[in-house]
């Protein structure tokens, strides 16, 4: 069974970084897709970054290009975001998910989704 588990997420000054984890386990994909999306309250979900696991050809939302990067690490079945320069419309509940194939920008496209962890940033 594929598991995704998010971690470090939390409270942070505008212009600080926070680095969010997602540990993936029973990836069920050789050739697979990992993406991070957020939604914030009372506004719909948005896509935020994704890679390509084989080729990690990345992209990104124009909101967070720049300050966001997306990454992962083979040994440890781990994709991570790291988040500089943050501000107060970057929080949300991110959440790590993942799909068979490429990358898309679309949330119904992902077949397995985590829990989310909680961005804050105060302003």
């Known amino acids: 069974q594929v598991q995704l588990v998010e971690s470090g997420g939390g409270l942070v000054q505008a212009g600080g970084s926070l680095r969010l984890s997602c540990a993936v386990s029973?990836?069920?994909?050789?050739?697979?897709?990992w993406a991070w999306f957020r939604q914030a309250p009372e506004k719909e979900r948005e896509f935020v970054a994704a890679?390509?696991?084989?080729?990690?050809?990345?992209y990104y939302a124009d909101s967070v290009k720049g300050r966001f990067t997306i990454s992962r690490d083979n040994a440890k079945n781990t994709v991570y975001l790291q988040m500089n320069s943050l501000k107060f419309e970057d929080t949300a509940v991110y959440y790590c998910?993942?799909?068979?194939?490429?990358?898309?920008?679309?949330?119904?496209?992902?077949?397995?989704w985590g829990q989310g962890t909680q961005v804050t940033v105060s302003s």
């Open positions: 029973g990836r069920p994909f050789s050739s697979d897709a």
């Open positions: 890679i390509n696991w084989s080729t990690s050809s990345t």
């Open positions: 998910v993942a799909k068979k194939g490429v990358a898309t920008m679309r949330g119904p496209d992902y077949d397995y």
